[in-house]
C-alpha cells in the first residue's frame, strides 16, 4: 500500500509488530468480534469436519488474518478448528509480504494486486476471501467493484461447477459514521491520518474511502452484477456487522474529531489495568445530526447503554472495562456507525 | 422424485430410499460409471457437461462419490473441468460416517502422461493425494514433477498405455473398492474393453442438442454388444435417471 514519495504502510512495520499494539480494546473486543464474523464465514461454508479450508487474505499485511483464523480468542473455539487451513496472504507492498514470511514461515505470502484475488490460476480453490484492517477502504470504488466482481466471478464459476461449491467473501471497510471522525460524515473519500501508529514518528497520510451500509450494499450489489450472478442463477447473500462504536483507534488520538468529548478507547485500556478513573469521565453525548435518522437512533441508543452502565458500575475498573467491551460486542448493528464495517457475502449454488 | 421401475416398485423415494438405491455392495469390488446424457446421446453442451444437468441429476451424481472409496477420472475430464477433488461438505462427511467410509474419497486420475499437467487443480487443489494412475515407462521428470505437486504415482500399464485391470487391482490393494467412474468417454470405453463396468448410472436429460458432441462410450473398435439389465429408474419431471447392471 505504499505510495510513491510518501511513507507508507510498509515503513509502519514496526508498528505491527509492536506488543502495545494489542490492548485490551483489541483484545477483548475487537479480536472477538472479528472471531465472530469469521467463525459465522467458516461455518456458513459448509465444511465437512476435516476438510481443508482455502483461505486468500485481501491486503494481509504482517499474517494478523492468519492468527484471527487459527487463535480462540476466549471463544470455545478457533473460527478455522476442525480444518486443515491452506492460507495465502496477499498484499501489494513487498516490504510487508517479505515481513509476513518471516514472522509467520508456515503460511504463504505474496506480492499483488486485490483485482488480481479472483484469478484462477494464482488463487483458484479459495473457500474464503478473508480481509480484516479495512483493505478494502484502501481502494477507490471504481477499483473495489472491480476486485470484487473478479473474486464474484470466481465464485459463480464455482457454484456452477459439475461438482458446486460455497464461497464466503468477507468484505471489510471503514465505517462512514463512526464518531471518531464526525467532521467527516458528509463525506465517503478523505485523508487518513494514521498518527494512531505506535513505534513509528512518520504520519503515514492515505486516501480512504468509508462506507455506511447502503454504500456498501449498493457495491457489492454492482459487482454481483458485473460477476453475472443474477444472470447465472448463482444466488448470494450478505450479512453485515460494526466493529468499535466508542472504541475505535482513533477515539484514543481523537485527532480527526477533536471534539469528542473523551479519549474512550484509552480510558478503557486504563480502566482494565485496574486504575481508579471516575466513570463519569466516559460519559458520551452522541452526535444528533450529520447521519440518517437510523444511524442518530443507533448511536444515541449505543450511548444510553454506554452511560447507564458507568452510573451503575460498582465492581471495580476492570469489571466496568469489561462491561463496556461487552456493550461493543452487542452492538454489531452493521450501519457503517463504527470503526469498521464487515459484509459477508455467501455464493451458494442455485438450484 | 419417483421410482418408476422395476414394476411393482413404484413409490416416491426421499433421500434415506436413494441413498439406498445408490449404495455400493460393500460385500465386493465394484465400479459404477457415472453420466448425463442427452435424449439424442450427446455429453457436452459448449465442452461441459453442466448444462445437460439439472438437481435430479446432481443429487444421484454426488451419490455416487459420497458413498464411493475413490473417484476414477481421466485427465482429460479433470483437466477441461477444473476439477479440484471431492470437498465433502457436512451432509456428505455424515452419509460417509453412516457407510464407515474415510472421511474424503481419492480421486485416481488416468493418464498417459502428456494430458495430465503437473499444476492441475486435481493434483494441487485436493483434499488428499490425488492417485495418478500412468503406464511404467512414463518420463521420471514427469512422476517426479506430479509428486512435487502433492500426487501419489501408480504405474500400472507399459508402453503408453494404462492397464485399466491393473490400475483398479492397485485401487483395491489400497482399499479403494467401491469405484465412482466419472468418465470421460475414453475411460468409459477403457474400463468396458477390460470388463471391468459393473454398473452404469445413466441421466437422460430431456434436452435434444444433435451437433457434434460426444457420447459416454468411445473405444477404438466396437464391442460386441454388452447387454444390459435395468436395475432401477427413476423420474423427475422430464428426466430419467437409470441404473444398468452390466
Redesign the interface.
Known amino acids: 500500500m505504499t505510495t510513491n514519495g510518501r511513507p507508507g504502510y510498509g515503513d509502519a512495520t514496526a508498528h505491527y509488530l509492536s506488543a502495545r499494539r494489542r490492548d485490551p480494546v483489541k483484545v477483548l473486543m475487537e479480536e472477538v468480534a472479528t472471531h465472530r464474523v469469521l467463525s459465522r464465514a467458516v461455518a456458513a461454508l459448509?465444511?465437512?469436519?476435516?476438510?481443508?479450508l482455502?483461505v486468500l487474505d485481501l491486503g494481509a499485511g504482517t499474517g494478523d488474518g492468519l492468527a484471527l483464523l487459527t487463535e480462540r480468542h476466549g471463544e470455545p473455539a478457533a473460527p478455522a478448528a476442525g480444518h486443515p487451513l491452506r492460507y495465502t496472504g496477499l498484499d501489494a507492498d513487498p516490504g510487508m509480504v517479505a515481513t509476513a514470511q518471516q514472522l509467520r514461515p508456515e503460511a504463504r505470502f505474496v506480492q499483488g494486486d486485490m483485482r488480481d484475488a479472483g484469478d484462477?490460476e494464482r488463487f483458484?480453490?479459495t473457500d474464503l476471501y478473508l480481509s480484516c484492517g479495512v483493505p478494502w477502504s484502501h481502494l477507490d470504488p471504481d477499483a473495489a467493484r472491480t476486485a470484487l466482481a473478479g473474486i464474484l466471478a470466481a465464485a459463480a464459476?464455482r457454484a456452477?461447477?459439475?461438482?458446486?461449491?460455497?464461497t464466503a467473501i468477507v468484505v471489510d471497510v471503514l465505517g462512514r459514521y463512526s464518531v471518531e471522525w464526525t467532521p467527516n460524515w458528509g463525506r465517503t473519500r478523505w485523508n487518513y491520518a494514521m498518527s494512531f501508529f505506535e513505534d513509528v514518528d512518520a504520519t503515514v497520510e492515505e486516501i480512504m474511502h468509508t462506507y455506511d451500509r447502503p454504500g456498501l450494499d449498493a457495491l457489492i450489489h454492482q459487482a454481483a452484477d458485473a460477476a453475472r450472478l443474477p444472470a447465472l442463477g448463482v444466488p448470494f447473500a450478505v450479512e453485515y456487522a460494526d466493529r468499535s462504536v466508542l472504541t475505535g483507534r482513533h477515539t484514543a488520538t481523537r485527532a480527526l474529531n477533536p471534539a469528542l468529548p473523551a479519549p474512550y478507547r484509552t480510558l478503557v485500556n486504563r480502566l482494565h489495568r485496574g486504575e481508579d478513573i471516575d466513570p463519569a469521565e466516559l460519559r458520551h453525548t452522541p452526535p444528533t445530526e450529520g447521519a440518517p435518522d437510523d444511524v442518530l437512533r443507533f448511536h444515541a441508543e449505543f450511548a444510553d447503554g454506554w452511560n447507564t452502565l458507568l452510573a451503575t458500575a460498582a465492581a471495580g475498573p476492570e469489571a466496568l472495562a469489561r462491561a463496556l467491551l461487552e456493550h461493543e460486542l452487542k452492538a454489531p448493528r452493521g450501519l457503517g456507525a463504527g470503526h469498521s464495517l464487515s459484509a459477508v457475502v455467501l455464493v451458494r449454488p442455485g438450484? | 422424485m419417483r421410482q418408476i421401475w422395476p414394476a411393482g416398485r413404484e413409490r416416491e423415494v426421499d433421500d434415506a430410499v436413494l441413498e439406498e438405491l445408490y449404495a455400493y455392495p460393500s460385500e465386493r469390488p465394484w465400479a459404477a460409471v457415472n453420466f448425463v446424457s442427452s435424449a439424442d446421446g450427446g455429453i457436452e453442451v459448449g465442452g461441459?457437461?453442466?448444462p445437460l444437468?439439472?438437481?435430479a441429476d446432481?443429487k444421484i451424481?454426488?451419490l455416487g462419490?459420497d458413498l464411493a472409496d475413490v473417484v476414477l477420472l481421466g485427465a482429460g475430464t479433470a483437466v477441461r473441468?477444473?476439477?479440484?477433488g471431492?470437498?465433502?461438505?457436512?451432509l456428505?462427511?455424515d452419509r460417509r460416517r453412516r457407510h464407515g467410509l474415510a472421511?474424503?474419497p481419492p480421486i485416481a486420475v488416468v493418464t498417459t502422461g502428456r494430458s495430465l499437467p503437473p499444476d492441475a487443480?486435481v493434483l494441487?487443489?485436493a483434499?488428499v493425494p490425488t492417485l495418478v494412475l500412468a503406464p511404467d515407462d512414463v518420463p521420471a521428470e514427469l512422476k517426479k514433477a506430479w509428486s512435487d505437486a502433492g500426487a501419489e504415482v501408480v504405474p500400472c500399464g507399459a508402453h503408453g498405455i494404462v492397464d485399466m485391470r491393473r490400475a483398479l487391482d492397485a485401487l483395491r490393494e489400497r482399499g479403494l473398492a467401491r469405484v465412482d467412474c466419472e468418465g470421460g468417454p475414453h475411460l468409459f470405453g477403457s474400463l468396458l474393453e477390460a470388463g471391468l463396468v459393473d454398473e452404469l448410472r445413466l441421466t437422460i436429460a430431456p434436452l435434444l442438442i444433435s451437433g457434434r458432441a460426444g457420447r459416454i462410450a468411445v473405444g477404438a473398435t466396437a464391442l460386441d454388444p454388452a447387454a444390459l439389465t435395468l436395475a432401477s429408474a427413476l423420474a423427475e419431471g422430464d428426466t430419467l435417471l437409470l441404473r444398468y447392471l452390466l
Not at chain 1, 459448509?46 to 481443508?52: E, I, K, N, V
Open positions: 459448509d465444511l465437512a469436519p476435516g476438510a481443508p482455502t484462477p483458484g480453490g464459476r456452477t461447477a459439475a461438482r458446486p461449491r460455497r438450484g | 461441459r457437461s453442466r444437468s439439472d438437481a446432481r451424481y454426488r462419490s473441468e477444473a476439477f479440484d471431492i470437498h465433502p461438505d457436512t456428505a462427511a472421511p474424503v487443480p494441487t487443489g483434499a
